[in-house]
């Protein structure tokens, strides 16, 4: 099981981005699926959660600004990042639950670039 992320770029302040992570593999199900962020000399911290039903959660200093949803046929989780600060340039990880036999695992993915310029 892998889990792919994509679309971190260099972004003025003020712009968007959309980031997708795809799940690939042998994979029974999914359940929750995050992504989370690490700034320079800074510890990793929860960007946003959305669990299979669609229930989501989102870290203080994103609310409002970003969206996280998913398509369970694909397998795709997806964070829409909009009004962007020079405070969310980051590395982005996407995070999931995987049932690949009778457990659930932890995956992550290997992480994108979100370069945003004051």
């Known amino acids: 099981v892998q889990l792919q992320a994509s679309g971190g770029g260099l972004v003025q302040a003020g712009g968007s981005l959309r980031l997708s992570c795809a799940a690939s593999g042998v994979i029974l199900s999914i359940s929750t699926m995050r992504w989370y962020r690490q700034a320079p000399g800074k510890q990793r911290e929860l960007v946003a959660g959305?669990?299979?039903?669609?229930?989501?959660n989102y870290g203080d200093s994103v609310k409002g600004r970003f969206t996280i949803s998913r398509d369970n046929a694909k397998n795709t989780v997806y964070l829409q990042m909009n009004s962007l600060e020079p405070e969310d340039t980051a590395v982005y990880y996407c995070?999931?639950?995987?049932?690949?036999?009778?457990?659930?695992?932890?995956?992550w993915g290997r992480g994108t670039l979100v370069t945003v310029s004051s």
């Open positions: 959305i669990t299979s039903g669609g229930s989501t």
């Open positions: 995070n999931a639950d995987i049932q690949i036999s009778r457990l659930f695992r932890d995956y």
